[in-house]
């Protein structure tokens, strides 16, 4: 950095990102569990998945992010899916082979995949 201009644009940018965040009502979030514990377990390539299925798609209204620990580290990689006006779903014991199927039936189709879901485990 070279001056207090340059400064305030990074902030005003930095400042803008965190705004559409939080008013991105309209959007799907799918949110990775990138902690140790998720890592270990293969969170990467899910990630990597979900980012490839998302272009793939052309999916404007989803945003891929992660996240620290969830707490469930035996069921690790998890996934959340926030769905605008619809309850949290969490997915658990993913793998990148698993992803496809998510994004075409539950977010782009709206219909939730419960065999992957942190209900259907024993």
């Given at each position: 950095m070279k001056s207090?201009?340059?400064?305030e644009a990074i902030k005003?940018?930095?400042l803008d990102n965190v705004n559409l965040r939080q008013e991105r009502e309209e959007g799907i979030r799918v949110v990775i569990g990138m902690a140790t514990c998720g890592i270990a377990a293969g969170a990467r390539p899910v990630m990597t998945a979900f980012l490839e299925e998302a272009n793939k798609r052309n999916l404007?209204?989803?945003?891929?992010?992660?996240?620290?620990c969830i707490g469930m580290c035996a069921l690790e990689p998890i996934v959340e899916v926030y769905v605008p006006g619809?309850?949290?779903?969490?997915?658990v014991k993913m793998a990148p082979e698993k992803v496809a199927k998510i994004v075409?039936?539950?977010?782009?189709?709206?219909?939730v995949v419960t065999e992957y879901t942190v209900g259907a485990q024993n």
């Open positions: 207090i201009a340059e400064l005003k940018k930095v404007s209204n989803v945003v891929i992010e992660q996240t620290g619809k309850e949290k779903v969490t997915y075409s039936d539950h977010i782009v189709n709206g219909a």
